[in-house]
């Protein structure tokens, strides 16, 4: 057995809904898993796929009409043959990139505190090294000076997840063009999770546009259509990368799944056609964040402030809890599961992170049941305070 899978804690998001998964009145605001079906395209095309028979073996790199849709849509800079590959998920891409980029224990990879628990278990199950930037100092944001005291000769690769899950925090286009003139004279390579881009809030400009040609060559993009077009199930993520990266990932993508599965494919063609379903999915969320963001400005509780994203990454200190015997105390008296935030990291342990793509109701029964509980706890915040 592979001692360093063994070594991994396995204790995911969804161990917190399963706190509450046999009570009828649970609330649960864990799972970033927007709560609205697929695109009737996206079902119907699948179907068609069935009923075609179209259901062989395709590209190892992906449909050639879904490449290029992708591109044509997200990432016009790219190359549909040479600069695209289709995977199981965005998950699956991250996975096949540190992959690709790994080679010893002495590889450094650095992540940006919070951040998605599977870019560290994954970089530890491939062997490399993490280096954690935390940014509880720094607006939860990256900056120069912070990559500078981390840098090494061994650096080989630093992720940027923007949105970010947990906060939501994204970079203005000066703080990126800060971040690409220190890049720019670096040696690692950028990887840029953006799976929440469809939830970013307007004027949003991705690295992706501003990048040159040379810098180019050493960034790659990850992202899927599980949360922009609801279709977690259907495994359809993707990654852009320069030409000879994309020919390592090929080689990658067809010892683990050979290819991705061709109905799912043509379901996402089916979902890109659709122009209103994903604007109207990230207006409604949005204003669950927004909803969510003035009931706690209401309440004096304090929270990370951003206008992208689907979450609340919201502070427990002031009621002298930390994040994880806050989520317990939901469950065991609201039944409303949450995420503590030391799953995004060992600094943020007095958070807890709130999914707001829920329906509006279960959002709403969640303020009042937070109303309720700062007013349990108002004389002992007052106290201390």
Do not use: W
């Not at 592979?2 to 009828?24: A, E, M, T, W």
Request: hydrophobic share 35%.
């Amino acid at each position: 057995m592979n001692k360093r899978l063994l070594g991994i804690n396995f204790k995911p998001v969804r161990y917190y809904s399963s706190l509450i998964k046999n009570d009828p009145e649970k609330i649960d605001l864990t799972v970033g898993e927007g709560h609205f079906a697929s695109p009737f395209n996206a079902k119907l095309k699948a179907f068609e796929a069935l009923l075609k028979d179209n259901t062989k073996y395709t590209l190892v790199e992906g449909n050639s009409a879904l490449r290029e849709k992708i591109i044509e849509i997200y990432y016009p800079m790219y190359d549909k043959d040479k600069e695209i590959i289709i995977t199981n998920g965005s998950t699956h891409g991250i996975f096949l990139v540190l992959s690709s980029l790994i080679n010893s224990i002495n590889d450094e990879i650095i992540i940006i505190g919070p951040y998605y628990p599977a870019y560290y278990n994954t970089i530890y199950l491939l062997g490399g090294k993490v280096k954690i930037i935390d940014t509880d100092k720094t607006n939860f944001k990256l900056t120069v000076e912070k990559l500078k005291e981390v840098v090494s000769n061994s650096t080989i690769a630093l992720i940027i997840n923007e949105p970010s899950n947990p906060t939501g925090v994204i970079y203005t286009e000066e703080e990126k063009n800060i971040l690409l003139e220190y890049l720019k004279k670096q040696h690692f390579y950028v990887i840029v999770d953006e799976i929440y881009r469809a939830y970013a809030e307007d004027g949003f400009i991705s690295f992706s546009s501003i990048i040159d040609e040379e810098i180019k060559k050493r960034f790659i993009f990850i992202n899927s259509l599980s949360k922009s077009h609801m279709m977690t199930g259907y495994r359809i993520g993707f990654v852009l990368s320069n030409k000879s990266i994309n020919n390592e990932l090929k080689k990658l993508n067809y010892l683990s799944v050979s290819s991705i599965a061709t109905i799912m494919q043509e379901a996402a063609l089916g979902a890109l056609s659709e122009e209103t379903f994903a604007p109207f999915v990230k207006k409604y969320y949005q204003e669950n964040l927004q909803l969510v963001h003035d009931s706690l400005n209401y309440l004096q509780v304090k929270y990370v402030p951003t206008n992208s994203g689907y979450y609340v990454f919201m502070d427990t200190s002031s009621f002298f809890m930390t994040g994880d015997e806050f989520c317990r105390y939901f469950c065991e008296n609201y039944k409303i599961a949450l995420v503590p935030g030391h799953i995004f990291g060992e600094n943020y342990r007095y958070y807890v992170r709130i999914s707001c793509c829920r329906d509006t109701k279960d959002l709403m029964y969640f303020i009042d049941k937070m109303t309720n509980f700062v007013d349990k706890n108002h004389k002992k915040r007052k106290y201390h305070l």
